[in-house]
Structures are given as structure tokens and as C-alpha cells.
């Protein structure tokens, strides 16, 4: 998606441990305005598909999440991260381990909020080794909904996740893939 | 607004300590139409004070905030939780109590995404004692911006930090006032 390509070419920050800083538009600042065209995109991938929920989870997916849920007319769901194992109440969960930030967490919905007539489309802002993406589908299968697919903003394409996904019979579609990244220049996947 | 306060009999719950949960269409899973409905609100409330930024503070503030900024066509900044006081970088940061929760945290946001050409509109989804929202309007002011004023799904009336803001001359509006909330009634300030 060109408008999103140039966005990070333009106010993208690469830094050590390949870590690109989009927080000037995408999830600390947000431009609206990009989300929304990107949830447009998104819609047209995955219209028709019966899509009747979007899942996503805190903090940084629900923003785009919600345009994107805005777009096909349906709930939202974000999943919520629990610090401990120790989860209780009538919920799914799942553990999920955070790269970024090197520790482990659940990530955990109400059962009332995702059921086995769900279609659902999972939104999250970055996918790399595919964790939290993993996370998310486990907590769908777990209620016996189906994933209808993955829409993503930016995928680190030199990660392996995406690629695993997509040979697990997944449709990923990410508006923008990352081919390489260094400190002074950075390619997309065409 | 009605189709708030009665989408609150139909589906909030009360429980023991004051606590009503919305989590079915507010906080957890999200009814879209419901919130550009009150983002239409709200637009109405502010048009015209010039507001060219909007705050707030992750993560069940996000949605309705994206709502918002989209009404207003401006930016939206979400303020992100930090447990410890070790705060480094180039932030504003300021400590804040957690009644929910019965913690302190820090809330900061980047110093390049507020600065002293910002008006802005602060928005969350609850207020009760009124400690997160006094913390947004001290990031902004601490960036020498201009809060040109908060707006508020659901108040707690019951609770001081509604009026003690408005006390101190900020304009706030909430969308649904609960005036009293006991295990079998909830009515709402008219």
C-alpha cells in the first residue's frame, strides 16, 4: 500500500535490533486519516469472506482495529494482557511471549465475546515471529469461531512469522511488508 | 444521551464496590455504531473550540478516542502506562493512582507529540475519582498546550472528579452521568 510505504519512508525510525519506531503515526501519535484508507484496503481484501467480528489486541491494534470494524459493520473485541498466569473468571487465555519486551504474558478474552458462530477477522498493527497472532487465532479455535483471515499494517518480512502463517493455510494480508531493514535504508517487498 | 444510558440498563452489570461493567459494548467488545454515535456527540459539544488534538490514555480510551479524532480530523495520542517511575527518554511523565487497580503507574507521552500549539480534546471512557483524566491535563499543560476540554463516556456523578473539575473551570462532558448505582437500580443524572 503505497500511502503507508511512504509514510514510513518518510517518518519511520530505524533503531538498533531491528526495531522500526512508527510512533509518529501508527501507535503512539496516530493519523486517523491513514487508518483510514488502510481499513479501506483491508476491507476490500476480506469483504465477503462473512466476516461478522474483528479481534485484535491492547494497545496498540485497536485504533486501526476500530476503523477496520467500522468498515465491515461489526463488534470489536481486544484481547487483554494478564501479567500473571493466574487468570480467572470465564475467560479464554492463552500465554504469549513478547520479544520486544522479553517476558511472557496471557492474553485473554471474555468467553462471552467470542463464540463458535464467529467469523473473525484479527487486526494488529505489527506482525514478526507471529506470537501475538498466534495468540489471537489459538483464543478463536478455542471457542470453536473460524479465522477468516489476518490484516496487518506493517510485517517484518524478514521475520519468520507471516511466512509460517501463510504455509498454515492462513490468508495474512499485510499492507505493507518490510524486506530489509538497516540503519540507513530500508526496502519493501513488491 | 439515550441510546448510552439505555444501552447501559440493557447490558451494563453492577457489582459489589461500585464497579459497572460495559464490557459487552464499551470496554472489551466494542459496539462501533455506539461510538460514532457519541463521537457525533461530543463533536457537537466541542466544534468550534479549535481543537486540533486528541488525548487520551491506553487502552479502553483508544476506540472512542479514534471515533473522535476522526469527527475532528486531527490527530489522536494515546498516553502509555508505565509501571515503574524509571521513565527515560524524551517524555512527559506524570504519576498516577489506579483506584481500579490499587496502584501507581506513570502515564507519558512523547515530548514530539505534544507541544505548545496543541488544543486539545482529552477523551476516556470513564470517570470516576478523576486521577487519570488530571493526569492528561497535566502532560498537556506540562507541554504548554491548551486543554480545551475532556470528553467522557460514562461518569460516575456519585464520585468527586466531575465536579471538582468543573469546579476548576474545565469543560467536561459526559455522554451518561450515573447518578446512583445500587445492585438492582442504576439512575442517571438528568
Redesign the interface.
Known amino acids: 500500500m503505497k500511502i503507508l510505504e511512504d509514510k514510513i519512508l518518510a517518518h519511520g525510525r530505524v533503531l538498533p535490533g531491528h526495531v522500526l519506531k512508527v ?2 503515526f501508527l501507535n ?6 491513514l ?2 484508507a488502510m481499513a479501506d484496503e483491508l476491507y476490500k481484501e476480506f469483504e465477503g469472506a462473512g466476516v461478522n467480528k474483528i479481534l485484535t489486541v ?2 496498540s491494534g ?2 486501526i482495529a ?2 477496520v ?2 468498515r465491515f ?6 484481547a ?1 494482557k494478564h501479567k500473571t498466569s493466574n487468570v480467572v473468571g470465564d475467560v479464554y487465555s492463552v500465554p504469549v511471549h513478547s520479544y520486544t519486551h522479553n517476558r511472557d504474558y496471557n492474553i485473554i ?2 468467553k ?2 467470542l463464540t463458535k458462530e464467529d467469523k473473525v477477522l484479527i487486526i494488529d498493527d505489527f506482525l514478526a515471529n507471529g506470537c501475538a497472532l498466534r495468540g489471537l487465532i489459538n483464543l478463536v479455535e478455542q471457542a470453536g469461531g473460524e479465522v477468516k483471515g489476518c490484516g496487518i499494517a506493517i510485517e517484518k518480512g524478514f521475520q519468520e512469522g507471516g511466512a509460517s502463517l501463510r504455509k498454515d493455510g492462513y490468508k495474512v494480508c499485510s499492507l505493507a511488508i518490510v524486506e530489509n531493514m538497516t540503519d540507513n535504508s530500508l526496502t519493501f517487498r513488491k
Chains 1, 2 share one sequence.
Open positions: 510512533d509518529s503512539h501519535q496516530i493519523d486517523v486519516k487508518l483510514k491492547e494497545a485497536i485504533a476500530t476503523m470494524a467500522d459493520d461489526c463488534p470489536l473485541v481486544f487483554k478474552v471474555s462471552n465475546f
